[in-house]
């Protein structure tokens, strides 16, 4: 499996270097135009994102945070999802705080393997690497433990792993952060 994964990368690095394509990410992409044929072509972005249904054990968090958000004003929603700042205080990147419904901003930190500047902290094997074991044990005790960490440094979301350019560039520069 790993050394196919390699051959597929080297492939898609010459394609992509013998015939560059504003839509080329894979070796024989096609447009996205969606009147191209073929089996060889992404699809789109759909705008806008369809609305999840909660479904099963979400439910209830779904009822709770549609309930939040029918409270908010547009500026506050605006500011709940903006980002303020960038590495201004322990955090990569915070949102906007609503202290009108006691809702506080979140401290988001960057976490490919492990705190961002910080010190006395760990750092974890690459997500590539957990993922070449085939050991889902493995992922899940360095999930806990990175989250155990993110949590004592203070951090409410740790950023991490990616999941952008997965299926979408196999020479994207940031898959080693993902399972793939």
């Known amino acids: 499996m790993l050394f196919s994964s390699l051959v597929l990368l080297t492939a898609g690095s010459i394609a992509h270097a013998q015939a560059p394509s504003p839509f080329a990410t894979y070796p024989n992409a096609q447009s996205p135009d969606p009147a191209a044929q073929g089996d060889n072509f992404f699809s789109p972005p759909y705008y806008p994102s369809p609305w999840g249904s909660g479904a099963n054990e979400w439910a209830a968090a779904y009822q709770k945070a549609r309930a939040f958000v029918a409270q908010l004003t547009l500026t506050e929603k605006v500011n709940l999802t ?22 506080r901003s979140m401290c988001m930190q960057d976490s490919p393997v492990g705190v961002r500047d910080t010190d006395f902290n760990s750092v974890f094997p690459a997500g590539v690497n957990v993922a070449a074991t085939f050991d889902r044990g493995l992922a899940a005790a360095r999930g806990a433990a990175m989250g155990a960490e993110h949590r004592d440094k203070g951090s409410d979301v740790q950023l991490g792993p990616v999941a952008g350019p997965l299926g979408r560039a196999p020479a994207g520069g940031r898959n080693w952060e993902g399972f793939r």
Do not use: H
């Open 82 to 103: 903006t980002g303020v700042g960038w590495e201004g205080e322990r955090c990569v990147g915070q949102n906007g705080a609503i202290p009108r419904l006691g809702f």
